[in-house]
């Protein structure tokens, strides 16, 4: 009997050491799912405390408070001196797309593809007077409805009220040419004005949980009332959300949060005409005649190199061709999406434009099955998972102020900061970052902050982790007919050209969304899936 246990010892030994190969695989795959359910270190969220309860990553950038609110204050300056105030006395003296004259510099019968065409633009105020000062609102577009084609133009500002709008001639046949006064410089100055006067533009509702009951209260970024208040505190970037306390309920029992806009406006009786329906985005070039573009026989452009992160992007950025969007400064592929997501984390954090990438995700792979993770409602986590291919996806919605009419749980609620700084990070995870609808109600410190921090925390992530994937996803425009105090594209475009100047300086993806949607002409906070794809596919194109 001992000799016969002596012969199979060789091969206990092979499936101890196969069992353990096993194990190992397995507990690798089931840390990343556990990660992706969010668990936090700390069972709390939120930090009552003044200090952080986890020791500090010994990687970590040191930046200060004082360094933070002094990198503020630079920025805003900066932005006010690129948004002066332009009081007005009558809106006749205001700029009229109208009056206002667009003349083609050196026109010709018929244009070669890859051409420039330039136009110069004189504003024009409503009696005809000539616009001594620049900053209006344009946006640029050309387009090819027939071939389902169209690029952002680029606005030279000259500050004396001329402009030089600029089109790349990226298609052969017949292109209309656009440029919408979307604002005038006076209406611009007094949307930058009313934005940063308050934050009561949107009110919050919280309900608190005491026993089978609800208790409701009134909740905000700022709170102005001499009642006793919960304070919901990230103690390390300083970010906080505040409550009135209901009577004998802990601050902790805070479970549900909805909001719905206040009847407040810092705009005048007057300022408020500018931004009537009948007065937002109106055509300039009304008369024009559509331009011809021809081969010319010209020299087919050279191969352009693979799109990848880190790219120096051009102005416009790209084109849609055939409702396919194509880079300027790089290439695009068709990418087998199962093919390429294979072993991969892809974390999606922010808005609902980027939980939109999430819903294509799940239609677009069959074998991605959503993981019921016993919430409710449209700003719910979301995971799906795909265990042949070891695909995990995940959205999760950023941190106060999340604006939504509907009731959403705040039980897990965290800033996305905290989020960078509890993930691993390793060449297999890519971070989609996107944030800025929900901020547009608010003075622009309140974006600027929050931008700084997560530029903060993926810094950390990039030290520990440098193979990391970050990539961040710039607006999307939206709806002509919104709120404009509130969401209008100025203050979108304003947050657009802040986030990109503060995250010049990393290693990060790009997409540009703001100019793919001028492209595609959609106007509309959630895109249609076709657009959603063309983003997704130069996420795909990053990854693989």
């Given amino acids: 009997m001992k000799t016969s246990m002596t012969n199979y010892k060789p091969l206990l030994v092979l499936l101890f050491i196969l069992a353990s190969l096993i194990t190992f695989t397995v507990l690798q795959n089931f840390t990343k799912l556990w990660t992706a359910f969010k668990l936090p270190i700390s069972l709390n969220p939120w930090n ?134 979307i604002h005038p410089s006076e209406g611009a100055s007094a949307l930058w004005r009313a934005r940063n006067q308050g934050y009561d533009k949107v009110i919050f509702t919280g309900q608190f949980s005491s026993g089978t009951s609800q208790v409701n209260a009134d909740c905000a970024l700022v709170l102005n009332s001499s009642a006793e208040l919960c304070q919901y505190l990230d103690a390390q970037d300083q970010e906080a959300f505040y409550c009135v306390k209901p009577q004998h309920i802990p601050c902790a029992a805070l479970s549900h949060v909805h909001s719905k806009n206040k009847d407040v406006s810092y705009l005048s009786k007057q300022e408020k005409i500018l931004f009537e329906r009948s007065n937002v985005g109106v055509e300039i070039m009304e008369n024009f005649n559509v331009i011809n573009v021809s081969r010319c026989n010209k020299v087919t452009v050279s191969v352009k190199e693979k799109c990848k992160p880190g790219m120096t992007s051009t102005a416009p950025s790209g084109y849609v061709w055939k409702n396919t969007w194509n880079p300027v400064s790089c290439s695009l592929a068709a990418v087998d999406m199962k093919k390429c997501l294979r072993g991969k984390f ?36 979301q995971l799906a998972v795909d265990l042949d291919r070891n695909i995990i996806i995940q959205w999760q919605k950023h941190g106060y102020p999340l604006i939504g009419s509907t009731t959403y749980s705040v039980k897990e609620i965290e800033y996305i900061a905290r989020a960078i700084d509890r993930t691993g990070g390793d060449k297999n995870t890519i971070i989609v970052i996107s944030l800025g609808q929900h901020f547009r109600p608010y003075p622009i410190d309140v974006f600027i902050r929050r931008v700084l921090n997560v530029h903060k925390a993926v810094q950390r992530l990039l030290l520990r982790s440098p193979d990391t994937m970050v990539i961040i996803k710039l607006e999307n425009i939206r709806e002509m007919d919104s709120d404009v105090e509130r969401f209008g594209d100025f203050h979108g475009y304003i947050q657009y050209l802040t986030i990109k100047d503060i995250f010049q300086d990393l290693n990060v993806g790009i997409i540009d969304a703001w100019d793919i949607t001028i492209a595609y002409g959609t106007n509309n906070v959630h895109p249609p899936e076709y657009v959603v794809r063309n983003q997704v596919n130069i996420l795909l194109n990053y990854i693989c």
């Fill in 346 to 381: 892809i974390y999606l954090m922010g808005d609902s434009t980027v939980r939109q990438w999430m819903e294509y995700f799940k239609t677009s792979i069959q074998t991605l099955k959503p993981v019921d993770l016993h919430e409710s409602g449209k700003l719910k986590h």
């Fill in 48 to 181: 009552f405390n003044t200090q952080p309860s986890w020791p500090e990553p010994p990687l970590r950038p040191v930046v200060s408070a004082a360094e933070i609110d002094l990198r503020i204050q630079e920025i805003v300056k900066k932005l006010d001196q690129q948004i002066p105030p332009r009081p007005f006395t009558h809106v006749n003296t205001t700029t009229s797309a109208t009056h206002s004259t667009a003349t083609i510099i050196k026109p010709r019968h018929t244009y070669c593809r890859g051409d420039q065409l330039d136009i110069m633009l004189e504003a024009r105020d409503h009696l005809g007077h000539r616009k001594q000062y620049g900053g209006d609102f344009l946006r640029a577009r050309m387009s090819s409805p027939a071939l389902q084609a169209g690029a952002a133009g680029k606005v030279t500002d000259f500050n004396n009220g001329t402009y030089l709008v600029s089109f790349i001639l990226f298609w052969e046949g017949q292109v209309t040419l656009s440029i919408l006064l």
